[in-house]
């Protein structure tokens, strides 16, 4: 197998984003935090933004079901870059190298809010190592739906036998690879090299 175009997915890959950052502040216990997060600010919700509705209408929303979490709630994206930890260092390493070999076209695909994106572009220095970048919130479709996948590939004229693709959602990989893209379940960044170094030869 010829690979000539690596894309990486960014959240929990390259960038460690987590609400538990904020909240554990915000509640006494982790009990709390995790109830909170399960049930109110949940995964579900906040991807409804990464799909192109606004921070104000997702806020809004929440706060007319839970008045009680109303300041909870509006936390959630009035304190967004708290939760931005900074950057996986071992992955960036990774695409560091990936990119000084000269051998890959690098991408990323990524499931992010249009609104808060710009945010992560002034922060992280090594997103300016992208040859393009595909923002879901931008793009008003997300991952797992196969039409961002293609998207990217029409884009950028990338041949899905010719790619693989790192991610650390699951079902995210299982639509890569129904396209033909070859896959890595991203753990950590050390599996990520080893998946890595047993596909492509760099």
Not at 14 to 22: A, F, I, K
Not at 105 to 131: C, G, H, M, R
């Amino acid at each position: 197998m010829q690979i000539n175009t690596v894309i990486f997915d960014l959240g929990a890959v390259l960038v460690d984003w987590n609400p538990r950052y904020v909240y554990r502040q915000l509640f006494r216990s982790e009990e709390a935090v995790e109830h909170f997060l399960g049930k109110v600010c949940t995964n579900h919700w906040n991807e409804q933004q990464d799909g192109g509705r606004s921070f104000a209408d997702a806020t809004a929303i929440l706060v007319s079901e839970y008045p009680q979490y109303s300041s909870e709630i509006s936390a959630y994206y009035g304190r967004w870059e708290e939760m931005l930890r900074g950057q996986i260092d071992e992955t960036v390493k990774l695409l560091e190298e990936l990119k000084a070999s000269n051998k890959f076209q690098i991408y990323a695909l990524t499931n992010w809010s249009a609104e808060s994106f710009p945010v992560a572009l002034e922060k992280f220095s090594f997103l300016s190592l992208f040859d393009g970048i595909v923002v879901s919130g931008v793009e008003k479709m997300k991952k797992p739906d196969h039409q961002i996948y293609r998207l990217l590939m029409e884009r950028y004229h990338v041949a899905p036998s010719d790619a693989i693709f790192i991610d650390d959602n699951y079902q995210n990989i299982i639509a890569a690879e129904s396209l033909g893209i070859k896959a890595i379940h991203f753990q950590h960044s050390h599996q990520c090299r080893e998946a890595l170094n047993q596909i492509i030869n760099w």
